[in-house]
T-cell receptor, first 117, second 113 residues
Framework: DTGVSQNPRHKITKRGQNVTFRCDPISEHNRLYWYRQTLGQGPEFLTYFQNEAQLEKSRLLSDRFSAERPKGSFSTLEIQRTEQGDSAMYLC???????????????FGPGTRLTVL | AQKITQTQPGMFVQEKEAVTLDCTYDTSDQSYGLFWYKQPSSGEMIFLIYQGSYDEQNATEGRYSLNFQKARKSANLVISASQLGDSAMYFCAMREATDKLIFGTGTRLQVFP
C-alpha cells in the first residue's frame, strides 16, 4: 500500500484527556500537512512540514495542539486537555517537494475521527 | 483574503447524465492552483483534477473536466456520464503561494438510477 495512512481511524475520549494521532505519508514525499474538518465544512489547514521542519502553523492550532515529524517520515499530532470543540475529522496529506515551479498535488489519508465526550 | 465559494449545497443527477458543480474563488495572487476532491462517506479525500492559474487549456481527467474561466474566477467541475459511485461530497480547493489548501464548503452530489 503506497497511500497515506493514519492511525487510529477513530478515537473516542473524555474531555480533558490527551490524544495522539499518527500519519505515515507516501514514501519520499517531503511535505506533510494536517487539516481539521468539522461536520458540514471543508477541511481547514492546521500545519505543515517539509522534512522535519514545521514551516507554518494556523491560528487554529492553539497551545494545546502540537505536531512533530521527528525524522522527516511519519508525523504525530497531539491534543492536550481535549475539549468537546476538538471533535472533528483530522486529515493528513502529503506531497512531493515542489519542483520546476509546478504545483504538486496533496494526497490525503483516510483521516482520524475524534469524538470528545 | 483568499476564499473558495461553492453555492450548491446539493445536486441531483440521473445516471449517465452530465453534471456541473460550481466553484468561484477569490485571490490576489497571480500564481495559484485549483483542485477538486471527492469525499465519499468513508471520509477520505480523493484527488480528481488540477488546474494551474497559468494553464491555458482546461484540465481533463477521464470523465472529469474543469471549466476554468480566469476572468470570472470560476473553476467548475464537469462530470460526464455520471455513475452511481459518483455520489459523494465534492470540494473545490485553492492552493496559494504558502502551499496550504483552502477549501470550499462542498457540494453533495447524488446520482440516481
Amino acid at each position: 500500500d503506497t497511500g497515506v495512512s493514519q492511525n487510529p481511524r477513530h478515537k473516542i475520549t473524555k474531555r480533558g484527556q490527551n490524544v495522539t494521532f499518527r500519519c505515515d505519508p507516501i514514501s519520499e514525499h517531503n511535505r506533510l500537512y494536517w487539516y481539521r474538518q468539522t461536520l458540514g465544512q471543508g477541511p481547514e489547514f492546521l500545519t505543515y512540514f517539509q522534512n522535519e521542519a514545521q514551516l507554518e502553523k494556523s491560528r487554529l492550532l492553539s497551545d494545546r495542539f502540537s505536531a512533530e515529524r521527528p525524522k522527516g517520515s511519519f508525523s504525530t499530532l497531539e491534543i492536550q486537555r481535549t475539549e468537546q470543540g476538538d471533535s472533528a475529522m483530522y486529515l493528513c496529506a502529503s506531497s512531493p517537494f515542489r519542483s520546476s515551479g509546478r504545483t504538486d498535488t496533496q494526497y490525503f489519508g483516510p483521516g482520524t475521527r475524534l469524538t470528545v465526550l | 483574503a483568499q476564499k473558495i465559494t461553492q453555492t450548491q449545497p446539493g445536486m441531483f443527477v440521473q445516471e449517465k447524465e452530465a453534471v456541473t458543480l460550481d466553484c468561484t474563488y477569490d485571490t490576489s495572487d497571480q500564481s495559484y492552483g485549483l483542485f477538486w476532491y471527492k469525499q465519499p462517506s468513508s471520509g477520505e479525500m480523493i484527488f480528481l483534477i488540477y488546474q494551474g492559474s497559468y494553464d491555458e487549456q482546461n484540465a481533463t481527467e477521464g470523465r472529469y473536466s474543469l471549466n476554468f474561466q480566469k476572468a470570472r474566477k470560476s473553476a467548475n467541475l464537469v462530470i460526464s456520464a455520471s455513475q452511481l459511485g459518483d455520489s459523494a461530497m465534492y470540494f473545490c480547493a485553492m492552493r496559494e503561494a504558502t502551499d496550504k489548501l483552502i477549501f470550499g464548503t462542498g457540494t453533495r452530489l447524488q446520482v440516481f438510477p
